[in-house]
């Protein structure tokens, strides 16, 4: 009895999706029998009008026309076929078999909606309408009854001592996390499962069996060779009425409400899946500028909150991800030049160098399958087979001709294992000065990793999959002449591959004019004697896969002017946002978003005038807040999921030209994802701030409108210490100019006494 309660509870997913097939088979069995009847006379038209159009195509004479659905309906209506179990899924209403008159049945319903009656007919209900007026007065003062009620029934001050929640909350919640949470977690698990092992498509696919849509379908094809087979336009009308013939029984049988829902759910994601394409398609206009107008080295300026770190982030992560497709496309290209060498040797060794940290970078790889190659060609030949990842020398090549020069073997598993060592690799391919956090991964479930980047599609449980961090950067690995070393710090190595975001590069490398207090010739490491301009003069030449480079910089600041002209010369664009405009993907969301703003701002009064009269939760806001949650969450994620920032950028060759403008587009699901902190300094001055006893709560104010010299003199300005120093020496000199006219004038008094 154990065993078996055990297996249930193990299995009960698996359970109660097989029980709710058995149950959809036997309920549509028994009253939906008539399908099967169906499904076997679409099933038998198909094969009718597949064997005509292929006759027609190869100009066969077919004497014996086909059976349409509808002339089985014409037939049935007009009781030539007899009473059985497949008419009873046919419902009995009149059709207008006569085609040619539907044109002028349209002709007529066209004028009549234009006729003078009708306009009466319209005008009278108006009035009609507005015979009710009273009625309508009525709700309107009943409906500010109810409010007035209300805010006086629960916006009263009550509770003064009390606070937190009431013992009616507590309770109801005790009751829902017992009763409604589990169930919700269940059904929330069961619909996942279901879905992962297709039992949700399997059901669908009975559902829509059992209603003839899967007949309906079928029909639509065997239309269609018809119609290919005579051109005939009446063929399409008898197609569109048999099939809303034969749906009317599924039309009726659903409420209307359902439809209502049906039909929304169904617009919905049909518009969500056009603003998924709009946001790659964005994507993908990103992705080519930053290929065709984006250089080694790359500068990024504008004003404070002119998006400057927004575009560093996002030129990075688009860069990561064309370097991943770079990658993927140059491993395809080498397996291309060697049909029938077996890779999967070769990246389990590089897999087994990068794992067990024996190797960190390309130029390391390629040394060591030099030596492991050289090695080989000094062997005898079983060991040289073996010691090129079994490669069969006898049947086949040691090189690739592409045409125009010779490609060795060496050359090809050397850039091969380069490219898969960084490919490979889930960690990001971003060095940064502030924190950048990526959601991309190199999936290996399979046999080969796979790159995923899930920025637009990105579900709850797979954030902490997929997401990961930028590198830190250190900055010695972008010098090459002098190292800023802390105690017994070793030197550090240059960046080999990747992409540089280096943020406030300006406050660093400084200017001609900032950089006067530092000495070239000085043995301690400034801006002037680092190298920095070297490394980014030579970055071509650091890491080059298959002709392209694999190192990239951006660099962010708040003007041209404060960087040295040396690295504005080695940059290839400087770019600058002249114009932000805010934009949405999502299509047709003016009234819901009409109706979230209002519910919206219900909820936010209410919950004010709850903390203005209340210190106590309790059980009717509960309700309000569980009904209204929902409006705010899916409105701030519909914008947070399909909003983008649309920036015109002006991208220049050198800091003189005129430049060019260039659309580029920010998605909310990418960049501002949490992607970044413009605040990446604060652990700095959040150091200063610990120690500090001033505050908003103990700052001196103001007593008046006019500031004394006191509270002038404690704001520690230069320019107030420049006049302190100017009206106070007038002051000074005028009193010893009056003590010397006092003085004089005291002595041709005496003097004219003396006299």
Avoid at 5 to 10: H, R, T
Avoid at 127 to 147: D, E, G, P
Avoid at 339 to 353: D, G, I, S
Wanted: net charge positive; glycine share 4%.
């Amino acid at each position: 009895m154990k065993l078996i309660i055990n297996f249930i509870k193990n299995k009960r997913y698996l359970i109660l999706a097989l029980t709710i097939l058995l149950l959809l088979l036997i309920l549509f069995s028994v009253f939906s029998y008539g399908s099967y009847l169906r499904f076997g006379f679409s099933f038998k038209f198909l094969i009718d009008s597949f064997v005509t159009y292929f006759k027609s195509i190869l100009r066969m004479d077919d004497e014996n026309s086909v059976y349409t659905t509808f002339d089985l309906i014409k037939d049935i209506n007009s009781g030539v076929v007899s009473d059985s179990s497949l008419i009873e899924t046919i419902p009995q209403f009149v059709l207008p078999f006569n085609l040619e008159l539907i044109p002028i049945y349209i002709k007529e319903g066209f004028f009549m909606i234009f006729n003078k009656d009708t306009f009466l007919e319209y005008f009278g209900n108006i009035f009609n309408f507005l015979s009710y007026s009273n009625l309508i007065l009525l709700i309107i003062i009943l409906f500010f009854s109810v409010k007035l009620v209300f805010s006086s029934l629960f916006f009263n001050p009550i509770d003064v001592n009390k606070f937190g929640y009431t013992k009616r909350y507590k309770s109801i919640e005790k009751f829902n996390f017992k009763v409604f949470h589990p169930i919700y977690k269940f059904i929330k698990e069961f619909y996942r499962y279901i879905k992962e092992k297709h039992f949700l498509t399997l059901m669908i696919f009975i559902i829509l069996f059992f209603i003839n849509v899967i007949s309906i379908v079928m029909d639509f094809f065997s239309y269609f060779f018809l119609f290919s087979s005579n051109f005939s336009l009446i063929i399409i009308l008898k197609f569109l009425f048999s099939s809303i013939y034969l749906a009317f029984p599924i039309i009726t049988a659903i409420p209307l409400f359902i439809w209502i829902l049906i039909i929304y759910l169904f617009i919905d994601r049909k518009r969500k899946n056009k603003a998924l394409s709009n946001l790659l398609r964005l994507e993908t206009n990103n992705i080519n500028f930053c290929k065709n107008q984006l250089g080694l080295v790359n500068l990024v300026d504008g004003l404070m909150g002119g998006y400057k770190t927004s575009m560093l982030t996002d030129f990075s992560l688009t860069q990561s991800k064309i370097f991943r497709y770079d990658l993927e496309n140059n491993l395809y290209l080498y397996r291309s030049y060697l049909p029938y060498f077996n890779f999967v040797y070769l990246e389990k060794y590089v897999e087994f160098l990068a794992k067990n940290k024996i190797v960190y970078n390309h130029a390391q790889i390629e040394n060591l399958l030099e030596l492991r190659f050289k090695v080989a060609n000094n062997s005898l030949t079983k060991r040289k087979r073996s010691y090129y990842f079994g490669y069969d020398f006898e049947k086949y090549k040691d090189y690739y001709w592409t045409g125009t020069y010779k490609i060795s073997l060496d050359r090809i598993l050397i850039e091969y294992a380069k490219n898969y060592f960084y490919y490979a690799c889930s960690n990001s391919y971003i060095y940064s000065n502030y924190s950048i956090h990526v959601i991309e991964n190199v999936v290996k479930e399979g046999y080969f990793p796979k790159y995923v980047s899930q920025y637009f599609f990105l579900n709850e449980e797979e954030y902490d999959l997929y997401q990961t961090y930028s590198h830190k950067l250190d900055l010695n690995e972008i010098r090459i002449k002098k190292y800023k070393l802390n105690n017994d710090e070793e030197k550090t190595p240059v960046i080999s591959f990747g992409i540089i975001a280096y943020s406030e590069a300006e406050k660093d490398l400084g200017n001609q004019i900032s950089n006067k207090i530092y000495d070239q010739k000085s043995e301690e490491t400034n801006p002037l004697n680092d190298g920095t301009d070297l490394i980014l003069k030579m970055m071509r030449h650091i890491c080059t896969l298959n002709f392209k480079p694999y190192l990239k910089m951006f660099l962010d600041m708040q003007r041209f002017g404060d960087l040295a002209s040396k690295y504005k010369d080695i940059s290839t664009a400087l770019i600058r946002a002249n114009k932000v405009e805010e934009k949405c993907a999502l299509k047709f969301r003016t009234l819901e978003a009409i109706i979230c703003r209002f519910v919206i701002s219900i909820r936010k009064r209410v919950d004010i005038r709850m903390k203005e009269s209340r210190n106590r939760v309790g059980l009717i806001y509960y309700f309000f807040n569980k009904l209204t949650y929902g409006f705010e969450v899916y409105y701030n994620r519909l914008n947070a999921k399909y909003s983008y920032k649309k920036l015109t950028l002006l991208v220049k060759g050198r800091e003189e030209d005129e430049g060019e403008e260039y659309v580029y587009s920010l998605m909310y699901a990418k960049t501002f994802a949490n992607s970044y902190r413009t605040d990446s300094h604060y652990s700095l001055f959040k150091e200063v701030l610990e120690d500090s006893t001033k505050g908003i709560y103990s700052s001196d104010m103001y007593d008046s409108l006019d500031p004394s010299l006191d509270e002038l003199e404690i704001q520690h300005s230069y320019f107030n210490d420049r006049l302190f120093k100017l009206f106070r020496r007038k002051k000074i000199d005028k009193k010893v100019n009056d003590n010397k006219k006092k003085i004089e004038k005291v002595e041709d008094y005496f003097d004219g006494e003396d006299e």
